[in-house]
Every structure is written in structure tokens, then in C-alpha cells.
């Protein structure tokens, strides 16, 4: 018995001996301290230096299937222009400083041509100002009489010989009168050439010159409150455009190249008027009476230029 206790102390320490000699976990495996602990996965890389972390990431809802409405957005100082619509010509407020119009014949240009003579007769032309007693006038060129824009214009003629006159411009001239072509009275071209020459090469200008009269307004024969043409007399700078004022504001009427403006359903027809010469400045007239074929004086005129 005592040798049998003996050998088994001696293998209980030998057991002892080989338990200790034998290597435990290596450090740093990402090992974990118990089983179930997900000791088996990788842990989380630490973000680098100044990154940000990306949010998580959650499962996306169901698409809807009701339309996306979209936000409008304006920028700053714009207008939304489909807030409302454009008003009508008839509503359109005037600017209180209209811009020049820009038609064929502009002020401070010079525009060659030549010139020509005709028998002015009584001084009535297509521009239908009726006889006058002053035949210092001229036709316009169809180009640059422009449907009648260019009736009343006052325009300097220079010949090369150095000779000039002033005209006013009462008549159009058809074709085959060319762009810059002025075909005027035998009186006027008689102060600048010989009149058995015909034909001379000529400069001419626009020009607006002091007058101590006033406009005047005149009704187209046959004028009623259902139609009526609207003619400018007498005035300095050449017409731009006339507006009439109707229960729906100013409205704008068209011309014809007889120097008419039309209100076709007799709008505004009777009623206070706006004329715009072609620098932009407006002159409301009123107290004109329905009456055709009459010229009415008014008070007021174009400035100078």
C-alpha cells in the first residue's frame, strides 16, 4: 500500500508538471472571454482621422404610388410669372417714360438718296393733310414712308452743291422710288438744282423744328361711335402711335398708310386720346368731339429736338 501511494503522488505531479509547460492564447487574435459572445466575427474598424460616419443603414420604404408634387422656387427679386396672365393691350399700363421708337427714319441719321420732282398741284397727298398753301414738300419713298409713319415728318434736303432746304413730308412715292429717295415738289427741288436736271444725288436728316402751333386732331369722314379713323395734324415730330381710352383701358389703334388710326368696332371713338411721337413723349388729349372731316385745334404740341 505504501509503495501504491507512493507511485500515485508521483504521477499527480507529473500531470501537474505537463499542464503548466503548455502555451495559452496568443494576444491580440480578437479572441473573446466566453463562448456565444461572437468571439467568431470581426469587430468594427475604428473611423479614420476627419472621416464622418456613415449613417446606418435602414431599410427603404415602400415607393408611393401617388405623384410627387414639386415645390416651385423663385430666385431672389424674380417675379412668377404664372401667377397671373399677361395683361391685354387694351389693359396694359403706359410707361411713364415710353421708349423712343425705332422706325426706318431715326433721329440724328443721315441717309442718302436722291431727289426727284413732281407736280405738287394744291399740296394734298397721300398723307391726306389736304391743300396747303406751302409747297415746300416732298414724297416719301414706300420703304421709308412705312405705312405712313414717315406723313408730317420734317426733313432737311442737302444737295452736293451745298444748297439745302427743309420739307415736309405729305405724299408717298411708289415704286420704282428707291430706299432714300425723295421726289418733291417742283417748287422745293427748284431751290436746291436746276430743274431741267431731274435727277441730283442728295444727303437728308430729320428734324424737329420750333413751332408756336399746336397739334390738331381731325375725324375720318363717316366716323360714328361703331367706326371711326383718327387723324394727327400738325405736328411737330413724327407719330408714333395713338391710343384711344375705353372702358377697359387705353387701347392702341392701328394705321393705315392713308395716315389714319382705325378703331374697326368704334371703340374709344369719341373719347379722351394718347399720342406718342416717335422720341417717347406722350400727350393725352381730351374734349375732342366725334365731328368727321373737322379739325380741331388742341393745346398742346410736341418739345423740340
Wanted: glycine share 10%; aromatic share 6%; with cysteine.
Amino acid at each position: 500500500m505504501r509503495g501504491t501511494a507512493v507511485m500515485l503522488t508521483a504521477a499527480g505531479s507529473l500531470l501537474c508538471l505537463v499542464t503548466a509547460v503548455l502555451p495559452g492564447p496568443k494576444a491580440g487574435t480578437g479572441a473573446g472571454t466566453g463562448a456565444g459572445t461572437g468571439a467568431d466575427m470581426a469587430a468594427p474598424a475604428a473611423p479614420l482621422a476627419g472621416a464622418t460616419p456613415s449613417a446606418p443603414t435602414t431599410p427603404a420604404p415602400p415607393a408611393d404610388s401617388s405623384p410627387a408634387v414639386a415645390t416651385p422656387t423663385a430666385a431672389v427679386g424674380a417675379t412668377t410669372a404664372a401667377t397671373s396672365q399677361p395683361p391685354t393691350e387694351e389693359t396694359r399700363p403706359a410707361a411713364s417714360t415710353p421708349a423712343p421708337s425705332s422706325g426706318r427714319i431715326r433721329p440724328g441719321t443721315t441717309y442718302e438718296g436722291v431727289a426727284t420732282a413732281y407736280a405738287a398741284g394744291d399740296g394734298n397727298g397721300a398723307c391726306l393733310f389736304g391743300p396747303s398753301d406751302d409747297l415746300m414738300i416732298a414724297a416719301m419713298n414706300t420703304t421709308d414712308y412705312e405705312s405712313s409713319r414717315a406723313c408730317g415728318a420734317y426733313v432737311r434736303v442737302r444737295a452736293a452743291s451745298g444748297a439745302s432746304i427743309t420739307v415736309r413730308i405729305t405724299n408717298e412715292c411708289p415704286l420704282p422710288c428707291a430706299p432714300g429717295q425723295l421726289d418733291l415738289s417742283e417748287q422745293a427741288f427748284a431751290k436746291l438744282a436746276d430743274p431741267k436736271l431731274g435727277r441730283i444725288p442728295i444727303t437728308w436728316s430729320l428734324l424737329s423744328p420750333r413751332t408756336s402751333g399746336t397739334l390738331s386732331i381731325r375725324y375720318k369722314t363717316g366716323s360714328s361711335p361703331y367706326w371711326c379713323g383718327i387723324q394727327v395734324i400738325d405736328h411737330r415730330n413724327p407719330v408714333a402711335r395713338l391710343e384711344v381710352r375705353t372702358t377697359n383701358g387705353w387701347r392702341r389703334l392701328p394705321r393705315t398708310d392713308y395716315n389714319y388710326f382705325l378703331s374697326s368696332d368704334g371703340s374709344g371713338c369719341g373719347s379722351a386720346m394718347r399720342i406718342t411721337d416717335i422720341y417717347g413723349e406722350q400727350l393725352t388729349v381730351d374734349g375732342a368731339a366725334l365731328l368727321p372731316n373737322v379739325a380741331q385745334p388742341t393745346r398742346v404740341q410736341f418739345a423740340p429736338h
